[in-house]
């Protein structure tokens, strides 16, 4: 079935047309009046007409609030929608559909899903849309509310199933590849790929995504502990990994001044001993206790 393609009901100014029906109930009034007043009774089919013609254009008043329309169908087929604020009169004989074209939003259930890595995850995201295409919300899916909801779920589950919850950069030095994105690093991207996916998905019902968050993520219950202390031994081993290259630092610059100043001359054996004491002293845990020598510096 080919699409429902969205356009504008050809309508008449409401108030036009009320003046109009109006006229017509004088004017039937004005016969029955006649009649009744011995004009000829052969003519009581004329007020008749009349009454029948007005009940049937009652059907054709609508207002239309602020953002939100009407969709028009004659006989099964789709013959426009009304979606401009206002009092309008259109077909009499077409059923009009009334449909919400206000921002939506909604916060769907927290979904456990296996992320790139096989882990599972607890994860949910808050949803903002609204109807552009009235004709394919109503005549294109069943309840295109539902369907938005169904969707959302759905593209939520195939996007964390393509990243990592955490991307751990087992690097080693800065040489290696920076960590790829992942659920928990990457925001942004996630989010545009969410987006995606999803207004993918809902272009059949003519809905546009406006904004699409995640509102929760979190590993689910049963890993969260290891993953917990996963997390600690790697900001134990990164927090080392930096005050060591620290201390490698500043050692090779005081023997460089050492030198450069002329202050003290050492041999390979000295120099060594002189390196592992200032890097004790430098990573160590606690607070180092220096021992004061104050005989030669060769005794």
């Known amino acids: 079935m080919a699409p429902s393609i969205e356009r504008p009901a050809r309508t008449i100014n ?21 009649i009744a007043n011995g004009g000829d009774v052969t003519d009581v089919w004329q007020p008749i007409v009349v009454a029948v013609a007005l009940l049937v254009a009652l059907g054709g008043f609508a207002v239309v609030q602020p953002n939100n329309g009407r969709v028009l169908l004659f006989f099964g087929r789709y013959i426009g929608s009304i979606t401009e604020a206002g009092f309008h009169f259109a077909n009499p004989l077409a059923t009009m559909r009334p449909v919400s074209l206000r921002v939506h939003n909604f916060d769907s259930e927290t979904l456990k899903v296996n ?26 899916v069943e309840d295109y509310r539902g369907f938005v909801s169904i969707q959302a779920e759905t593209a939520i ?34 989010n545009e790929a969410l987006l995606r996916e999803l207004q993918e998905r809902l272009n059949v019902a003519g809905v546009t995504i406006l904004d ?55 041999d390979e054996e000295r ?27 060769y005794s």
């Not at 950069?169 to 991207?189: K, M, V």
């Not at 031994?233 to 080392?240: D, I, L, S, T």
Request: proline share 4%; aromatic share 4%; hydrophobic share 50%.
């Open 212 to 266: 699409v968050r995640l509102s929760h993520l979190a590993y689910s219950p049963e890993i969260a502990g290891a993953m917990l202390r996963r997390q600690q031994a790697e900001a134990v081993v990164a927090a080392r990994r930096q005050i060591v290259e620290g201390a490698v630092s500043m050692v090779e610059m005081g023997l460089q001044r050492l030198e450069a100043n002329g202050v003290v001359t050492l």
């Open 14 to 34: 409401g108030f036009l047309a009320l003046l109009a029906w109006l006229g017509l109930a004088a004017l039937g009034a004005w016969r029955v009046y006649s």
């Open 157 to 190: 589950r195939s996007v964390a199933q393509r990243f990592p919850y955490d991307s751990h950069h087992d690097a080693h030095d800065e040489h290696d590849a920076e960590p790829g994105p992942s659920l928990r690093g990457s925001p942004d991207e996630v």
């Open 271 to 297: 120099k060594a001993s002189m390196i592992n004491n200032l890097l004790v002293a430098l990573v160590a845990d606690r607070e180092a206790q220096p021992v004061i020598n104050t005989g030669s510096l």
């Open 115 to 140: 992320d790139a890595r096989g882990n599972p995850v607890d994860i949910a995201a808050v949803v903002v849309w609204r109807v552009t295409e009235s004709a394919k919300a109503l005549l294109e």
